[in-house]
């Protein structure tokens, strides 16, 4: 079997360290095996995505020496192949039109004691899993929504589930996230019914991504079981941590690659030490 891995960051601000890392295991990981590393833009957020950044994106992986193979994606352009996996779940009933707010689920969550809780926090409540047909259409019709997956029938549908990671067996458990959204009233699609889909069509054999992205293959799971896609094997690697404590990440103010390239490190010398386990100054590797 041929080796296809991805690096696939969104355009939301430029790549850090930890990006650097990232890509340059899936890189390793696909070269090593004599196999494809691919390169994808996940630009499905029209608020936060920007040209200059995917600019960045492509500056910064040529200055680490990182080449990838075929052309770049951008999920910007593929909008009606998730158009058209959304429309398979909707036919068979999985989806279902969510016209709540933020605010309104979350003073849901706050009047309710039992409220569900997942591993990131209160869970959606459900409110539009049981309205009527015909107050959905009339709704449908005049209001914005998102669509969600009701995560219990997909599951009965599905039934049970397991993915590799590395040298382990996982059992998905995707009920413990809810019901997802799937598609939202700012963006067309959600990222985890874009990245399956990705995934798929560019057959990736491996996705190599950071510990932080572990949950979200539960759900990834399950579509890929409800839509008729291949898994491919997962390999979930530690997460890079800053001077303060905390893990990289363009939220936390992560120092740039641009910035270490300001500041005229040599990028041979940074990936070297990446590859072998020797980070900068003021870094450090996560536990598993």
């Keep these: 079997m041929n080796i296809v891995t991805r690096f696939a960051p969104s355009p939301t601000g430029r790549l850090h360290l930890g990006h650097a890392y990232s890509a340059i295991r899936a890189h390793d ?5 004599g196999g494809a590393f691919l390169l994808r833009i996940e630009d499905i957020d029209p608020g936060r995505a920007r040209r ?4 960045g994106i492509i500056e910064d992986l040529t200055w680490l020496g990182l080449a990838w193979d075929g052309p770049v994606v951008r999920q910007s352009e593929r909008l009606p192949v998730y158009r058209a996996a959304l429309e398979r779940l909707r036919e068979r009933g999985l989806v279902y039109p969510c016209f709540c707010t933020r605010s309104e689920i979350a003073a849901e969550v706050a009047a ?8 990131d926090g209160p869970l959606y409540p459900g409110a539009c899993r049981a309205l009527p047909a015909d107050e959905r259409a009339r709704r449908m019709a005049q209001e914005p929504h998102a669509w969600r997956l009701d995560m219990a029938r997909a599951e009965a549908e599905a039934g049970p589930l397991d993915w590799a990671d590395g040298e382990y067996l996982v059992r998905a458990e995707p009920g413990l996230y809810g019901d997802v959204v799937l598609a939202r009233k700012d963006a067309p699609v959600s990222y985890h019914l874009a990245v399956t889909s990705d ?3 560019q057959g990736v054999t491996d996705v190599v991504r950071g510990r932080d992205l572990f949950a979200a293959t539960h759900v990834h799971r399950l579509l890929q079981a409800l839509l008729g896609l291949p898994t491919p094997a997962y390999h979930h690697h530690a997460l890079l941590i800053g001077a303060d404590g905390k893990r990289l990440a363009k939220r936390n103010g992560a120092p740039a690659i641009a910035d270490l390239r300001a500041a005229g490190l040599d990028p041979a010398e940074l990936v070297a030490g990446l590859r072998a386990g020797k980070l900068p100054a003021g870094y450090s590797a996560a536990s598993e």
Excluded at 29 to 33: I, L, P, T
Excluded at 52 to 55: L, T, V
Excluded at 112 to 119: F, M
Aim: aromatic share 0%; charged share 25%.
């Design 29 to 33: 990981h696909a070269r090593a095996r």
């Design 52 to 55: 200059e950044h995917i600019e």
């Design 112 to 119: 309710s004691a039992a409220a569900p809780h997942g591993p």
């Design 199 to 201: 995934d798929a069509a």
